[in-house]
């Protein structure tokens, strides 16, 4: 069963607009996390950010931000001041008990001049 | 920094051979995962390990095979190649079995099966 959903294929954004990536999750247990992690065209996977379950606060690192809304089991990204750097595309995660990943189908972005 | 190893970013093989993709990680992490990557599918989790000589089959195990003879080194492979395997190949690490830990990627390896 499909445990993490991102609905958008493909984003566009203007440059220094802010841009938001949807991830909805689905999970029965009490404790997990969930992260987002950017893949330029050159295919590394770069850690951007990540929120715990029980925690009360939204991340935020830098221009990035997660959207923690518990009772929708929604994560999503926002990205503040896009760059044009920021083309890639998103994945959003979530990690079980048992240490198990999951991964989302991805979104890609591209940051418009 | 952590660094996480792919022995080849690209290869090409033909169906029917064997072929084995490496990866090693240098910060003594307990977990390290393969992933395969195709375009609309996001990340699947073939294989995963906890420890030395421990194996967990993900959700794509069926064609693959998984060696961790030592705590840094995971290697992927594939007995007999198919051209349906023919993908981007990720290996993972990360350091704590129970915690929330993120996941380390190597740079990935572009296999491609004729």
């Known amino acids: 069963a499909q445990k993490i959903t991102q609905t958008q294929p493909g984003m566009f954004v203007q440059e220094k607009e802010a841009v938001t990536l949807d991830c909805t999750y689905d999970?029965?247990?009490?404790?997990?996390?969930l992260f987002w992690y950017k893949q330029p065209s050159s295919g590394e996977m770069i850690f951007l950010i990540y929120?715990?379950?029980?925690?009360?606060q939204n991340a935020t690192e830098g221009r990035y931000s997660l959207n923690f809304q518990k009772a929708r089991k929604s994560a999503n990204l926002v990205i503040s001041a896009s760059q044009l750097g920021d083309s890639a595309m998103y994945f959003c995660?979530?990690?079980?008990?048992?240490?198990?990943?999951?991964f989302g189908t991805g979104t890609s972005l591209t940051v418009i001049p | 920094d952590v660094k996480v190893t792919q022995s080849s970013r690209y290869l090409v093989k033909r169906t029917g051979e064997k072929v084995f993709l490496e990866c090693v990680q240098d910060?003594?992490?307990?977990?390290m995962f393969w992933y395969r990557q195709d375009p609309g599918l996001g990340l699947r989790l073939i294989y995963f390990?906890?420890?030395?000589?421990?194996?967990e089959k993900g959700d794509i195990p069926e064609g693959y095979s998984v060696s961790r003879e030592k705590k840094e080194r995971f290697s992927l492979i594939l007995e007999s190649a198919s051209t349906n395997q023919t993908s981007m190949y990720l290996c993972?690490?990360?350091?704590?079995?129970?915690?929330?830990?993120?996941?380390?990627f190597g740079e990935g390896s572009r296999l491609t099966v004729l």
């Open positions: 999970t029965s247990d009490q404790s997990y996390g």
């Open positions: 929120q715990g379950s029980y925690d009360e």
């Open positions: 390990s906890y420890d030395v000589k421990m194996k």
């Open positions: 995660a979530m990690i079980r008990p048992g240490n198990q990943f999951y």
């Open positions: 993972a690490s990360s350091l704590h079995r129970g915690g929330a830990g993120e996941l380390f």
């Open positions: 910060m003594d992490h307990e977990n």
